[in-house]
Structures are given as C-alpha cells and as structure tokens.
T-cell receptor, first 109, second 115 residues
Framework: GQNIDQPTEMTATEGAIVQINCTYQ??????LFWYQQHAGEAPTFLSY??LDGLEEKGRFSSFLSRSKGYSYLLLKELQMKDSASYLC??????????WGAGTKLIIKP | ETGVTQTPRHLVMGMTNKKSLKCEQH?????MYWYKQSAKKPLELMFV???????ENNSVPSRFSPECPNSSHLFLHLHTLQPEDSALYLC??????????????FGPGTRLTVL
C-alpha cells in the first residue's frame, strides 16, 4: 500500500528553527508537495520538490531525497502565525496526490 | 483568497435530507477535485474531473454524487448520508491532472455535520 508518515504534532519557540519530516512509500514518484493549513482554512501551497536537494523560499525550505523516500520542511525565524498544520503529499505514478495526515505545529512565545 | 470558492461554509443535515455543495474556481483551470478531510486523517480524494470528464472515483459510496457542468463549477450532491460522513469537504482545482508541477489550489471547505 501507499503510505506517507509525518509526526502528528510538534512544538517550537518563536524565533527558533523547526524541521518537519516526511517519509513516503508510494507507487512511483512524480513530485512531493508541502502545504500549510491554518485551522478552519484551506490548505495553501508552500513548496514542490521533484529532484533531490534543497529548495529555498524565504523563511521556508524543503528538502528531498528520493533514494531514501524522505523529505523535510524547514521553517526558520518562527513567527506566531506559523502555527498551523503542515501537510506532505506525494504524486504517484498515476499522478494522484497521496497525503500524509499532517503535522500540527504549535509555536510558543 | 485562492481563487476557489465553496458554498455553503457550514451545513447541518439530517440523514434523510438532500443537499448540494458548490465549488467555483476563477483560475482558468481544467481539473477539479473533491476531497474529504476528517480529523487527524489524511485527505481522502473522492472525485476528479478533467475537462469536465470524471477521471477518478475512489470507491465513494453512491450517496455522494458529483456533477461538473463546466470547467469552472463542481457540485457534490448529498443524500441519505450517515453520521460518519461528517467532515470537512474540500474542493480543489489545478491546471491539468498531469504534467509539470500542477499545483492544486483549495477552497475553504464546507464543514458538514450529519445528525
């Protein structure tokens, strides 16, 4: 079966750095997505990786290792507004997105 | 604002009611999706339409019936639902179902409660 694993919940301090991991086992691979979802709101696109390596976008970076079936989302200089759920999704060989259950990130002052 | 709107935002219905969820996208996309999101569970893909044609039906019970009259509008018709169908129903759209990055853009969802 296809599976995406990510931690259920993480806590970090304002101004710090946090890394949210995602491991996957899917039928084929056509890219990995990270989305942010604030409570009661729509998921919004953060990043896309299809080749190995690090993609940086401001305070957010995403890393991919296809051989290890592993990705992480790195958030720097954390702000209170970063409190949200972070969803990892992999596009499989049928171009369907397989989703993780999400990581709820709690930022403390 | 993501360019995808959904109505209603909240819906409470009895098991014998019939209701419809509406989704509209203003992004000029060709693919539209219905997802179910339950607490602490992964997003479940229900239906996919590409150029108004249904391309995926992930073993969804027949009490959920989708309709896609054009590339901008998507409906989910509901009838004789069960309490376990209570969830957040998300609509999304993308340029196409294959090729390139093809990022999906989500609407705010309809919070459905079945009594």
């Amino acid at each position: 079966g296809q599976n995406i694993d990510q931690p259920t919940e993480m806590t970090a301090t304002e101004g710090a750095i946090v890394q949210i991991n995602c491991t996957y086992q899917t039928s084929g691979f056509n890219g990995l997505f990270w989305y942010q979802q604030h409570a009661g709101e729509a998921p919004t696109f953060l990043s896309y990786n299809v080749l190995d390596g690090l993609e940086e976008k401001g305070r957010f970076s995403s890393f991919l290792s296809r051989s290890k079936g592993y990705s992480y989302l790195l958030l720097k200089e954390l702000q209170m507004k970063d409190s949200a759920s972070y969803l990892c999704a992999v596009r499989d060989s049928n171009y369907q997105l397989i989703w993780g259950a999400g990581t709820k990130l709690i930022i403390k002052p | 604002e993501t360019g995808v709107t959904q109505t209603p935002r909240h819906l409470v219905m009895g098991m014998t009611n019939k209701k419809s969820l509406k989704c509209e996208q203003h992004l000029g996309h060709n693919a539209m999706y219905w997802y179910k999101q339950s607490a602490k569970k992964p997003l479940e893909l229900m239906f996919v339409y590409n150029f108004k044609e249904q391309t995926e039906n992930n073993s969804v019970p027949s009490r959920f019936s989708p309709e896609c009259p054009n590339s901008s509008h998507l409906f989910l018709h509901l009838h004789t639902l069960q309490p376990e169908d209570s969830a957040l129903y998300l609509c999304a759209s993308s340029q196409d179902i294959a090729g390139g990055v093809d990022t999906q853009y989500f609407g705010p969802g309809t919070r459905l409660t079945v009594l």
